[in-house]
């Protein structure tokens, strides 16, 4: 799979393939239905995971097929965990649990954001004890002022002591890359499209609404 790096963007991975950009193009549709929004973004969701956790490490065992024996590559370490920042979060991540990371453990960081100071107050939490030396997905479909994103992996570090940390996109904006690197520079993006520009009420520009009421089917464009 092709990814495109940014100079301008340091830790930023956009995940460039001509499958992955149709579904984009089909959510970003304000006429896409609600049944069929979810369904493109419970496709687009593992492809993404894939990519962000492409070096993982493998060893070696011996077993037998129906032909022959033959030494099969598994994965060396199951320690991969899918954390959430809701509301659209949720809806991104447990695509990838389903159908990529079943064995995963799952976190979840409740996320609200206020309308007139447009930053996010976290409300609630549910978090996997450990991440220490974990490969910990932090899922957030939109990543625009990346306020929410850089305060759910402070939280995540201060209560789980996770240090590999990598979030997931569907698409983002250059503040909320920037920020998100000024404040955790370790922290590598992956999505599939860096948009333009934030609205005056902090949407992505041109984006795709808001996602998780398009997924949930909030909305009328839902």
């Excluded at 129906?66 to 809806?91: D, Q, T, Y």
Aim: a neutral charge; glycine letters at 6%.
């Amino acid at each position: 799979m092709a990814i495109q790096l940014c100079k301008k963007h340091p830790n930023l991975r956009i995940i460039n393939h001509p499958i992955l950009l149709d579904e984009l193009s089909r959510m970003r549709n304000k006429e896409t239905a609600k049944e069929d929004f979810a369904r493109h973004m419970d496709q687009v969701a593992p492809f993404l995971a894939y990519e962000a956790l492409s070096d993982l490490s493998i060893e070696y065992r011996i077993i037998e097929t129906p032909v022959a024996a033959m030494s099969a590559p598994f994965l060396s370490s199951r320690k991969v965990a899918l954390v959430s920042v809701l509301g659209a979060g949720e809806a991104f991540r447990n695509g990838m649990w389903r159908n990529l990371l079943p064995w995963a453990p799952c976190g979840m960081i409740a996320a609200r954001r206020n309308e007139q100071t447009l930053k996010a107050e976290l409300t609630y939490t549910r978090l996997p004890k450990k991440l220490h030396g974990w490969k910990t997905l932090v899922v957030d479909p939109m990543l625009a002022t990346g306020g929410s994103s850089s305060d759910a992996i402070d939280l995540l570090k201060r209560e789980t002591g996770a240090d590999d940390i990598m979030l997931v996109s569907l698409v983002a904006a250059p503040m909320g890359v920037d920020v998100l690197h000024e404040r955790h520079p370790n922290v590598v993006v992956y999505t599939l499209a860096l948009d333009s520009s934030l609205t005056k009420n902090g949407y992505i520009n041109p984006g795709l609404g808001d996602a998780g009421d398009r997924y949930f089917g909030v909305t009328p464009n839902g």
